[in-house]
């Protein structure tokens, strides 16, 4: 069993951790493999990675930037899988400094292994389009979707918000331990990390050699501007404050910050129009955290949280909650289409009432996983890359949220 992490102390605490875990497993059956270079059966779990403290990304309450890297193997040794976490934004002193007390602030506290599964698994039959590459999962400890970049540091706070270095610094890592020479990359995240996966697109590519394939594909990061049921519009106002908080403008992409004020920005319709790098986007039209946190009001405009309890079970939507339910759908894929047609774009968006499904291994690959085009997400996105066809699929055949597998 082999461990890739440096004998600092933290590292050196998740290798203990990670044997603790193991002897736990064991006792109980489970089969479960803790591995920086491995291909097993059963679940695998792979121990983080913290940057060194030469860096000045540093998370929220200012300890280091952690990812968990699985290393290729074979015919993958030379590509390379990047994915981002997601996990919302925080756009006050106060959210941050709340977060800093969470994983998702601090790498003191977060997890130290992650379970690899989904379009992060090792194993072939799970995911045979990039189980032997080089995978990596890059943890979200930020609020910016790793835009942000203040040099001062409050003293009373001690926040630190330097998203975008944290960026930065993991890819110059991961370029040192030889993605310099790949030969195939694709940056990926889920959420907040799908949309840093949209916003860093192009900058991704520039990194890579000239003669790489490199792509991007975008898991419920298409977050849609639109206004709530109560006719306010929450994520404007959310993201206004993330850009002056996180000083996010100069890491946007310029050809939209060009063009419009920097918080539009941060809505993927108003930025892919121009990302010259191809991009898969993987997304429901009725995504649960959009449909709980941009067309739910907020509690003061929604009487009673009659649609707060509506957008959990949206079978006790009365009929004018319904319909606000099918429009929001509606104008997903309404945006979706404006965005005109570019051939080296990709789709699968289903109606599934779910969240972040590339890193679900169920939804992901196999005979019950969703399937658009009579093709699972994950036979989907490794076509469209390895082009060998290209795919669009879009779910009109319901109008309504679905439970999917």
Same mark, same amino acid.
């Given at each position: 069993m082999s461990r890739m992490i440096s004998p600092t102390l933290g590292q050196c605490v998740c290798m203990l951790?990670?044997?603790?875990?193991?002897?736990?497993?064991? =006792?109980?059956?489970v089969n479960i493999t803790i591995v920086d270079n491995a291909v097993a059966t059963g679940a695998v779990y792979v121990c983080f990675t913290l940057l060194p403290h030469e860096y000045t990304a540093?998370?929220?309450?200012?300890?280091?930037?952690?990812?968990?890297?699985?290393?290729?193997?074979? =015919?993958?040794?030379?590509?390379? %899988?990047?994915?981002l976490e997601g996990g919302a934004w925080c756009e006050s002193t106060q959210s941050c400094v709340g977060r800093m007390k969470q994983a998702l602030g601090s790498s003191i506290i977060m997890?130290?292994?992650?379970?690899?599964?989904?379009?992060?698994?090792?194993?072939?039959?799970?995911?045979p389009e990039f189980h032997d590459w080089?995978?990596?999962?890059?943890?979200?400890? =930020? *609020?910016?979707?790793?835009? *942000?970049d203040v040099e001062e540091v409050d003293p009373a706070t001690n926040l630190h918000f330097r998203g975008a270095r944290i960026f930065q610094a993991v890819m110059q890592e991961l370029l040192g331990k030889g993605m310099n020479n790949a030969s195939n990359a694709l940056l990926t995240g889920c959420s907040a990390g799908g949309l840093a996966s949209i916003l860093h697109c192009d900058n991704f590519r520039e990194l890579m050699p000239a003669t790489a394939r490199v792509k991007c594909a975008s898991d419920a990061g298409f977050f849609l501007h639109a206004k709530d049921y109560a006719g306010g519009n929450r994520s404007e106002d959310l993201f206004y404050k993330v850009v002056q908080l996180h000083r996010s403008a100069a890491?946007?992409?310029?050809?939209?910050?060009?063009?419009?004020?920097?918080? %539009?920005?941060?809505?993927?319709?108003?930025?892919?129009?121009?990302?010259?790098?191809?991009?898969?986007?993987?997304?429901?039209?009725?995504d649960t955290y959009q449909i709980q946190h941009i067309l739910t009001p907020r509690p003061a405009d929604d009487p009673g949280l009659s649609f707060q309890r509506c957008s959990l079970n949206y079978e006790k939507c009365s009929p004018r909650q319904t319909i606000a339910l099918k429009g929001f759908g509606l104008e997903f894929?309404?945006?979706?289409?404006? %965005?005109? !047609?570019?051939?080296?774009? *990709?789709?699968?968006?289903?109606?599934?009432?779910?969240?972040?499904?590339? !890193?679900?291994?169920?939804?992901?690959?196999?005979?019950?996983?969703?399937? %658009?085009?009579?093709k699972a997400m994950a036979k989907a996105l490794g076509d469209w890359y390895h082009d060998r066809s290209g795919f669009q699929q879009i779910d009109f055949k319901h109008d309504l949220p679905q439970s999917c597998t």
């Open positions: 951790f990670c044997l603790v875990i193991l002897v736990k497993a064991e =006792d109980s059956g540093v998370c929220p309450d200012g300890s280091p930037p952690a990812y968990h890297f699985d290393k290729g193997a074979g =015919d993958g040794a030379n590509s390379w %899988l990047v994915h997890e130290k292994m992650y379970n690899f599964s989904g379009i992060l698994d090792g194993r072939k039959e799970l995911n080089n995978r990596i999962f890059v943890r979200y400890c =930020d *609020g910016s979707s790793f835009t *942000g890491n946007l992409p310029p050809s939209c910050t060009s063009k419009m004020e920097p918080t %539009l920005c941060f809505y993927p319709q108003y930025v892919v129009p121009q990302i010259q790098t191809p991009l898969f986007i993987l997304n429901s039209a009725f894929i309404i945006t979706l289409a404006r %965005l005109g !047609t570019c051939s080296s774009r *990709g789709l699968f968006i289903n109606s599934c009432f779910a969240h972040c499904q590339s !890193t679900d291994g169920k939804k992901w690959y196999g005979d019950v996983a969703e399937k %658009l085009g009579n």
